[in-house]
């Protein structure tokens, strides 16, 4: 999958039910610009107010997740959350003019449907990684149920439950990436248990429910008196329980449905997290208390994450550019070319590693009892690798070079010594226009930032004898 942020190519709506309200209600999803995340729009209440899919606004789990901010609410929002994720959006606007998406059948394929037919647009800016790299854990001691997170190259949910009855056991479904949501997860529906229903059509629930956007498996008797409240609820001249312990005729996806719409909703309960997650999840017995507990858990980490501001750099894998393929983008030579390879390289950034040793001649000098990477040269190495950003895109980029026009908010935070790799990160902070290239630079060494710039420079072509 591409790294940079995608959003929606335009807006497309869906009307439906409420599962739960029972209202009629039309959600449509809309392009949003890089790093809005998902944001629902309630456009039947005054002045439109929003509320972000963020986990620090779930107040309720019970028959689905909720959200409030400042007394507006979004109930059962996970299966939507989920079609997002499957279909590798990361910015949406979701305008709805009642409290709940429509429930469909149940399951998150026709917002994947509509997802697909909007079409999906690719943006400018890269996207951000929740990168797991300790195992995390999360367990209920009141269920047993328990949620793991692994470290892991990409985005990997295996859920396992168990309800404990003959109509409806031990169940597992496996998803290996996030790509293969729409084949295998997008369509399996919601469910519930028979004792379960009754009790959610006591309590005034379910208003908007029916045989044919919910399982339900009977796992009681099925007497004259529930049988007469179902036919009330879901409209039905009948209602009997078929041979596989289904109430009425409703077909299975797959034999394992439960346990793939379980696995549906921890992708759109973790979605709340606010980022792309990289990592395995091993869900036991989950549930969206559990699930949204755990979210929180990793929204924790990823604020200590983006606290440090560091991004996870492989140095072990071959570099794009060795100094050979830098030489022939960059007029720089020795003793002045100051970065030693490029890791990786986009449109929009690059990442390039300086190697600081002691065979430095400035070291000389600066200073000899404290040797220390002179800032000067430390903004140098950014603006070098700035140019191989820019550089790399001109065709013929040996007739071109970078010229520095400003510096701003230089800051350096850390020595840099002999022994130290120094990496930069540099990105575009807006189009490249009429030669003027504004970057914005960091440095890292370790798990810190060493120095950070704004950077302006122009493009040139060079002049011929």
Same mark, same amino acid.
């Given at each position: 999958?591409?790294?940079?942020?995608?959003t929606?190519?335009?807006?497309?709506?869906?009307?439906?039910?409420?599962?739960?309200?029972?209202?009629?209600?039309?959600?449509?999803?809309?392009?949003?610009?890089?790093?809005?995340?998902y944001?629902?729009?309630?456009?039947?209440?005054?002045?439109?107010?929003q509320?972000?899919?963020?986990?620090?606004?779930?107040?309720?789990?019970?028959?689905?997740?909720?959200?409030?901010?400042?007394?507006v609410?979004?109930?059962?929002?996970?299966?939507?959350?989920?079609?997002?994720?499957?279909?590798? &959006?990361?910015?949406?606007?979701?305008?709805?003019?009642?409290?709940?998406?429509?429930?469909?059948?149940?399951?998150?394929?026709?917002?994947?449907?509509? &997802?697909?037919?909007?079409?999906?647009?690719?943006?400018?800016?890269?996207?951000?990684?929740?990168?797991?790299?300790?195992?995390?854990?999360?367990?209920?001691?009141?269920?047993?149920?328990?949620?793991?997170?692994i470290?892991?190259?990409?985005?990997?949910?295996?859920?396992?439950?168990?309800f404990?009855?003959?109509?409806?056991?031990t169940?597992?479904?496996?998803?290996?990436?996030?790509?293969?949501?729409?084949?295998?997860?997008?369509?399996?529906?919601?469910?519930?248990?028979?004792?379960?229903?009754?009790?959610?059509?006591?309590?005034?629930?379910?208003k908007?429910?029916?045989?044919?956007?919910?399982?339900?498996?009977?796992?009681?008797e099925?007497?004259?008196?529930?049988?007469?409240?179902?036919?009330?609820?879901?409209?039905?001249?009948?209602?009997?329980?078929?041979?596989?312990?289904?109430?009425?005729?409703?077909?299975?996806?797959?034999?394992?449905?439960?346990?793939?719409?379980?696995?549906?909703d921890?992708?759109?309960?973790?979605a709340?997290?606010?980022?792309k997650i990289?990592?395995?999840?091993?869900?036991?017995?989950?549930?969206?208390?559990?699930?949204?507990?755990?979210?929180?858990?990793?929204?924790?980490?990823?604020?200590?994450?983006?606290?440090?501001?560091?991004?996870?750099?492989?140095?072990?894998?071959?570099?794009?550019?060795?100094?050979?393929?830098?030489?022939?983008?960059?007029?720089?030579r020795?003793?002045?070319?100051? #970065?030693?390879k490029?890791l990786?390289?986009?449109?929009?950034?690059?990442?390039?590693?300086?190697?600081v040793?002691?065979?430095?001649?400035f070291?000389?000098?600066?200073?000899?009892?404290?040797?220390?990477?002179?800032?000067?040269?430390? &903004?140098?190495?950014?603006?070098?690798?700035?140019?191989?950003?820019?550089?790399?895109?001109?065709?013929?980029p040996?007739?071109?070079s970078?010229?520095?026009?400003?510096?701003?908010?230089?800051?350096?935070?850390?020595?840099?010594?002999?022994?130290?790799?120094? #990496?930069?990160?540099?990105?575009?902070?807006?189009? #490249?226009?009429?030669?003027?290239?504004?970057?914005?630079?960091?440095?890292?060494?370790?798990?810190?930032?060493v120095?950070?710039?704004?950077?302006?420079?122009?493009?040139?072509?060079?002049k011929?004898?």
């Amino acid at each position: 999958m591409s790294d940079l942020q995608k959003t929606l190519k335009e807006e497309v709506s869906l009307s439906g039910i409420g599962l739960h309200t029972g209202k009629e209600v039309t959600l449509t999803i809309k392009p949003a610009k890089e790093n809005t995340g998902y944001v629902f729009v309630r456009t039947d209440l005054e002045g439109h107010p929003q509320v972000e899919a963020d986990v620090n606004y779930v107040t309720t789990t019970e028959r689905g997740t909720t959200l409030e901010k400042l007394g507006v609410r979004i109930h059962t929002c996970e299966h939507l959350l989920a079609a997002l994720v499957g279909c590798d &959006i990361d910015n949406a606007i979701l305008e709805m003019n009642s409290a709940e998406p429509p429930i469909m059948d149940g399951s998150s394929k026709y917002f994947v449907e509509a &997802i697909e037919k909007a079409g999906i647009a690719e943006q400018t800016l890269p996207r951000e990684y929740l990168v797991v790299k300790d195992v995390l854990s999360y367990v209920d001691p009141h269920t047993g149920s328990e949620i793991t997170i692994i470290p892991s190259d990409t985005y990997e949910v295996t859920t396992m439950v168990d309800f404990g009855t003959k109509v409806l056991g031990t169940q597992n479904a496996t998803l290996k990436d996030i790509s293969e949501f729409k084949d295998e997860i997008a369509s399996a529906r919601t469910f519930s248990f028979l004792h379960e229903l009754e009790m959610l059509i006591d309590a005034g629930l379910i208003k908007g429910g029916d045989i044919s956007n919910a399982i339900v498996y009977v796992d009681k008797e099925l007497t004259p008196e529930t049988v007469e409240k179902l036919k009330k609820v879901f409209g039905k001249e009948d209602v009997s329980i078929r041979p596989n312990g289904i109430l009425d005729n409703l077909t299975l996806n797959y034999p394992n449905e439960a346990a793939r719409h379980k696995l549906l909703d921890v992708i759109g309960d973790l979605a709340l997290v606010g980022v792309k997650i990289k990592g395995k999840v091993i869900a036991i017995k989950p549930g969206h208390f559990v699930n949204t507990q755990f979210a929180k858990k990793l929204s924790r980490q990823w604020k200590l994450q983006k606290k440090k501001n560091v991004p996870d750099f492989d140095l072990t894998k071959p570099p794009l550019y060795d100094i050979n393929g830098i030489m022939k983008l960059l007029p720089h030579r020795p003793p002045f070319l100051l #970065i030693d390879k490029i890791l990786e390289l986009s449109d929009t950034h690059v990442v390039g590693v300086k190697n600081v040793t002691m065979n430095e001649p400035f070291f000389v000098g600066h200073f000899p009892k404290e040797p220390v990477l002179p800032g000067v040269l430390q &903004i140098e190495s950014m603006a070098q690798a700035g140019g191989i950003l820019v550089l790399a895109n001109v065709p013929d980029p040996e007739n071109y070079s970078t010229y520095f026009v400003k510096m701003d908010n230089v800051k350096f935070k850390k020595k840099v010594v002999p022994g130290d790799t120094l #990496i930069f990160k540099i990105e575009l902070m807006e189009p #490249i226009r009429r030669g003027i290239v504004h970057m914005q630079g960091y440095g890292y060494v370790g798990d810190s930032v060493v120095v950070e710039a704004e950077l302006m420079a122009q493009v040139a072509k060079n002049k011929t004898e």
